[in-house]
């Protein structure tokens, strides 16, 4: 083998070809974001205001003309991954004290709440009078969307944090068991379901198009599944770190944001199209005429076009990776660094900023369930002993985060049975 030069492996040398990342244990860092001002989730636009949840316990009302605040709302947990769904008036949100909430969207008041077992970080669905969501606690909900009154329950073998997908009678949502299932929306009875290999963790709802839908995975694979079936048509291979959110299907192209930091253009029968790289993972993307508005954990908002080609960026101190919302000429979005922007995407320029409660929350290391694996043949009893390797990366920022991190991998070789792999670094990737 070549030595590869920057590595200072001096014991023994090894090809980039022989790294490779292994998942280890449960994803659950989402679980674990702290207390902080830090933005959590989606921007959402409902009659004249803007709506998002933030890891302050707090629920915001504000005024996308100047950023202004209308109402805030407290929770007794965080509110992370799981945005606002307003419906009729009504604004349903989950949080981490383990309920799901029912406020009046106009001023705030609280029509009703609703207790789980365990923390609320899905985005909930409303149909037919019916609010659907789950829970950590490893159940499906399905309630009264006036009087909170539970109608049925389905139990799963994992957490549950994706947004419920509702077509016809079928209500589809996915575990943190490794499964996706289909129920009937009305009775919460199982239809089907589609093992993988991984948590499934889709933060926005399951597209669903001609009779296909598409999901991704912990196992890094974009599936396309037969929805009355579900019978998998075709897999395609995308991403090393698994993908935190469903894809997003604009003019025939499935766009798939994945925790490698790349967004996956595919055909629809999946073919890979190009791949647009950031720096650190990709959130929901947001098409709107031809244009693709992307966040990502570099701290940044992408704007590039339906080829895959960048047109211009917006930077900001902390992460992006929260879905946009596009009023007019403005691009409204949330930050870790504890601000709302609101950017001219004409001039690409802050037009205002709107601060949280509080510092960026806490969060564990990016990819902690992830081990490094250096797959090189045993040779001698001194390669078998346990070494620990520490690499300075450098990154490009401009300097102003208000907060460090620590991106740690556990390294093993095919003959070791682990170790540690550091990189010092002032991002990290959900």
């Known amino acids: 083998m070549e030595e590869q030069p ?23 860092r989402v679980w674990k974001i702290g207390y902080g001002g830090s933005l959590t989730t989606s921007m959402v636009p409902y009659g004249g205001l803007i709506y998002f949840g933030c890891a302050d316990f707090f629920v915001y009302a504000i005024d996308p003309a100047n950023g202004r605040l209308v109402w805030k709302f407290r929770t007794e947990g965080s509110i992370a991954e799981g945005s606002p769904t307003i419906h009729e008036g009504v604004l349903y949100v989950g949080s981490f004290d383990q309920n799901l909430y029912a406020i009046r969207a106009h001023d705030g008041r609280l029509l009703w709440k609703f207790r789980t077992r365990d923390m609320v970080a899905c985005t909930p669905r409303v149909d037919g009078g019916v609010v659907y969501f789950g829970s950590k606690d490893q159940n499906i909900y399905a309630l009264d969307s006036r009087t909170g009154e539970l109608l049925w329950k389905f139990r799963t073998f994992g957490g ?31 239809l089907w379901k589609v093992r993988t290999q991984g948590e499934v963790h889709n933060a926005n709802a399951i597209p669903v198009n001609e009779g296909l839908l598409y999901f991704s995975s912990f196992d890094n694979f974009l599936r396309a599944v037969d929805l009355e079936t579900g019978d998998i048509v075709w897999r395609l291979k995308v991403g090393q770190y698994g993908s935190c ?25 999946g073919r ?3 791949k647009y790289v950031t720096k650190d993972n990709v959130g929901v993307p ?12 570099d ?36 930050s870790w660094d504890c601000f709302v922007y609101c950017i001219d995407i004409n001039e690409r320029q802050a037009v205002w900023k709107f601060r949280t409660s509080g510092g960026p929350s806490p969060v564990p290391p990016a990819n902690e369930a992830f081990e490094l694996v250096l797959k090189i043949p045993k040779k001698t009893e001194e390669e078998e002993r346990k070494k620990t390797y520490d690499l300075d990366m450098v990154e490009e920022n401009d300097g102003t985060s ?14 070791q049975s682990k170790g540690k792999y550091q990189i010092d670094s002032d991002e990290e990737a959900f």
Request: glycine residues 10%.
């Open 299 to 334: 701290f940044t908002i992408h704007c590039i076009d339906l080829r895959g080609r960048k047109l211009w960026n917006f930077k900001t101190n902390g992460y992006v990776w929260w879905r946009p919302a596009l009023i007019g000429s403005k691009l409204i979005f949330g």
């Open 245 to 269: 959110v469903a894809p997003v299907i604009h003019k025939g192209v499935i766009y798939q944001a994945c925790r490698d930091g790349i967004l996956y253009a595919v055909s629809m029968d």
């Open 402 to 415: 208000a907060y460090k991190s620590r991106i740690t991998y556990q390294v093993s070789t095919q003959y």
């Open 160 to 190: 549950i944090i994706s947004e419920p997908t509702i077509v016809g009678n079928k209500l589809i949502m996915g575990s943190y068991d490794h499964n996706l299932y289909c129920l009937d929306k009305r009775s919460g009875e199982l």
């Open 272 to 274: 890979l199209l190009w």
């Open 286 to 297: 947001n098409i709107v005429d031809d244009r693709i508005y992307l966040g990502s954990c």
């Open 6 to 28: 920057g590595f200072g492996f001096d014991e023994f040398s090894v090809e980039m070809g022989d790294f490779e990342m292994r998942k280890v244990k449960e994803f659950e």
